[in-house]
């Protein structure tokens, strides 16, 4: 079984650009999580999808920070634009239902930005 | 609302030396409680869980945690550390109120060295 994909593995870029992430999930996983880790610290929740609609993104700086899943599978995040606070590692993690009850969440490997 | 608190942000041990890492957590309701390690440039992959059942759990490489409710503990050991060991352990709860979904809410991760 494919895990969980993400690309890019690195991104460098200088603050004030734009990037973007992109998720894809363990096949017929209906619960994907975006989390942000910045070093030293654990990841946090940055936004959840349940299919293709938000269940969680209290925590998403909404002012620069997007997420899409439009056809229930794949997901971009999108950091526009971007501050030297937003260099992390970007993990993304699926599960087969967040919810009701617990499912064990994959982690991909993550992508890891630089902000100059 | 719930949340982690991993005691020691490095610990070093020799190689066939007991492994302990600290977590206490916080919980209003009867939490489920996990550990996970993630190597270097890696995802996080899951240890072991607490879903309230057995209070002694065994996991993957040896592993294995207890949970104490009196004590708001969930340590995790291992009876003699292997080089391999070596990585970034991060102990985690599972956020239960609905606008928390089923996110997981980390401590600020351990890392374990292992010395020969």
């Known amino acids: 079984e494919a895990g969980v994909a993400q690309s890019p593995r690195y991104k460098i870029i200088e603050k004030r650009q734009s990037v973007a992430f992109w998720c894809n999930p363990i096949?017929?996983?209906?619960?994907l999580y975006w989390y942000q880790q910045i070093l030293g610290q654990g990841p946090k929740l940055l936004i959840q999808?349940?299919?293709?609609?938000?269940?969680?993104d209290s925590q998403l700086p909404k002012d620069r920070f997007s997420a899409e899943r439009l056809k229930g599978v794949d997901s971009t995040l999108k950091i526009q634009p971007a501050k030297l606070e937003d260099s992390a590692v970007y993990l993304c993690?699926?599960?087969?239902?967040?919810?009701?009850?617990?499912?064990?969440?994959?982690f991909g490997p993550g992508t890891r930005l630089t902000v100059l | 609302a719930q949340s982690v608190t991993q005691l020691g942000s490095h610990v070093s041990v020799s190689e066939g030396a007991l492994v302990l890492l600290r977590c206490n957590y916080s919980?209003?309701?009867?939490?489920?409680l996990f550990w996970y390690v993630q190597y270097p440039n890696q995802g996080l992959q899951l240890l072991l869980k607490?879903?309230?059942?057995?209070?002694l759990v065994k996991g993957i490489n040896g592993f294995e945690a207890e949970f104490k409710k009196s004590e708001t503990s969930f340590h995790l050991t291992k009876p003699s550390a292997h080089m391999s060991d070596a990585a970034e352990y991060f102990c985690?709860?599972?956020?239960?109120?609905?606008?928390?979904?089923?996110?997981?809410?980390f401590g600020q991760g351990t890392e374990l060295s292992v010395k020969p």
């Open positions: 985690a709860v599972r956020g239960l109120t609905y606008n928390q979904g089923g996110k997981l809410i």
């Open positions: 993690a699926s599960s087969l239902e967040g919810q009701s009850s617990y499912n064990e969440q994959f």
């Open positions: 096949s017929g996983h209906a619960t």
């Open positions: 607490y879903t309230s059942a057995a209070t």
């Open positions: 919980s209003s309701v009867p939490p489920y």
């Open positions: 999808f349940q299919n293709n609609g938000v269940v969680d």
